[in-house]
């Protein structure tokens, strides 16, 4: 590599619950740079966990993380050009890309849900990857299925 690798940027902890992984799923679910909006909506969708989701003896936080590791891949596929083939050859996820593309598979799934508001669907996705059931979660499922087939080439990996 040519250039140095650029700084880990620090995120602040969000104000209600002060947690740093809220932080990153509020940027992540950010349009346009509203961040105040994507915490309205974010907060909201934990709310509505809170009042579907009552005899649970979880907190809607809890749940919501509990979520996000459900749909958290621990493998994948990346393509590998070998001899002039491609191969999907499989590799472990780094920790910081697994939480990253949990977060990015949870809400681009959210969004193609059918619903009213972005809350609303955003609340029903993370129930639905709580009750390991969900677009974000078959997601999870093909991305390990796809490296199972191509355990094959595991040896090629870099």
């Known amino acids: 590599?040519?250039?140095?690798k650029p700084k880990k940027r620090i995120l602040l902890p969000d104000p209600k619950y002060g947690d740093v992984l809220v932080?990153?799923?509020?940027?992540?679910?950010m349009l346009k740079g509203k961040k105040s909006i994507a915490y309205g909506v974010f907060y909201d969708?934990?709310?509505?966990?809170?009042?579907?989701m009552k005899d649970s003896d979880k907190a809607p936080l809890e749940i919501w993380k509990e979520a996000l590791a459900n749909v958290t891949p621990q493998v994948e596929a990346k393509s590998r050009r070998v001899g002039g083939?491609?191969?999907?050859?499989?590799?472990?996820?780094?920790?910081?890309?697994?939480?990253s593309l949990s977060i990015k598979h949870?809400?681009?799934?959210?969004?193609?849900?059918?619903?009213?508001?972005?809350?609303?669907?955003?609340?029903?996705?993370?129930m639905a990857a709580f009750n390991k059931e969900g677009g974000a979660f078959k997601r999870k499922e093909d991305m390990h299925k796809?490296?199972?087939a191509n355990k094959a080439f595991a040896h090629y990996r870099f």
């Open 1 to 4: 590599m040519r250039k140095a």
């Open 23 to 29: 932080t990153q799923f509020v940027n992540n679910l």
């Open 45 to 52: 969708a934990i709310d509505r966990i809170g009042e579907k």
């Open 85 to 99: 083939a491609n191969l999907q050859v499989p590799t472990e996820v780094r920790p910081d890309r697994k939480v």
């Open 106 to 126: 949870m809400i681009s799934f959210a969004r193609k849900r059918n619903g009213h508001s972005m809350a609303e669907k955003l609340s029903a996705e993370i």
């Open 146 to 148: 796809m490296a199972e």
